[in-house]
T-cell receptor
Framework: DTGVSQDPRHKITKRGQNVTFRCDPI?????LYWYRQTLGQGPEFLTY????????KSRLLSDRFSAERPKGSFSTLEIQRTEQGDSAMYLC????????????FGPGTRLTVT | LAKTTQPISMDSYEGQEVNITCSHN???????ITWYQQFPSQGPRFIIQ???TKVTNEVASLFIPADRKSSTLSLPRVSLSDTAVYYC????????????FGPGTRLSVLP
């Protein structure tokens, strides 16, 4: 296994458009996490899944953001009606359930909203 | 939400020991404190985790006092390749289980 992968690596979109990102976790990991990181800041937690169940979603997260993990494998993060403030690096991570603090991160998807 | 603070940056020379402290209040009482390393254009990489007292692995040590209001990452004998940003990660369970990264400490190792 080559680790966590994310697609696309870069996305440029116009304000108001919808975007979707994909994350493929390490295959034997049952937990999957999404974070957002802006320049010079630490990653900001968005949501996480255990298998296909979404266990937590940040209460600071806008309703324009939604995530799915339909078969407990890959996950998608969708942002509707993008705003310039959504420009950031979107990071995905995965872990074993009983080692939730040892998260393996992907390279991220850099979103630019113009 | 739990709040974390870290020094913004630190400088060190090769071969020195570096200690980076993260202050964190209002964190979950039953969760681990974790540290990550991040290089430019990469996702964070797990370094070490601990709950109380001292933990050591092959790359670092982690010191956590009894009150768990802070933690200190210790990197022995740093090299140029240790130049990176270091984050503490704590869990805030006041509103569910939220993973809170610190603001990060940019470590520069000089020759």
């Amino acid at each position: 296994d080559t680790g966590v992968s994310q697609d696309p690596r870069h996305k440029i979109t116009k304000r108001g458009q919808n975007v979707t990102f994909r994350c493929d976790p390490i295959s034997e990991h049952n937990r999957l996490y999404w974070y957002r990181q802006t320049l010079g800041q630490g990653p900001e937690f968005l949501t996480y899944f255990q298998n296909e169940a979404q266990l937590e979603k940040s209460r600071l997260l806008s309703d324009r953001f939604s995530a799915e993990r339909p078969k407990g494998s890959f996950s998608t993060l969708e942002i509707q009606r993008t705003e310039q403030g959504d420009s950031a690096m979107y990071l995905c991570a995965s872990s074993w359930r009983d080692r939730t603090y040892e998260q393996y991160f992907g390279p991220g998807t850099r979103l630019t909203v113009t | 939400l739990a709040k974390t603070t870290q020094p913004i940056s630190m400088d060190s020379y090769e071969g020195q020991e570096v200690n980076i402290t993260c202050s964190h209040n209002n964190i979950a009482t039953n969760d681990y404190i974790t540290w990550y390393q991040q290089f430019p254009s990469q996702g964070p990489r797990f370094i070490i985790q601990g709950y109380k007292t001292k933990v050591t692995n092959e790359v670092a040590s982690l010191f956590i006092p009894a009150d768990r209001k802070s933690s200190t990452l210790s990197l022995p004998r740093v090299s140029l390749s240790d130049t990176a940003v270091y984050y503490c990660l704590v869990v805030d369970d006041n509103y569910g289980q939220n993973f809170v990264f610190g603001p990060g400490t940019r470590l520069s190792v000089l020759p």
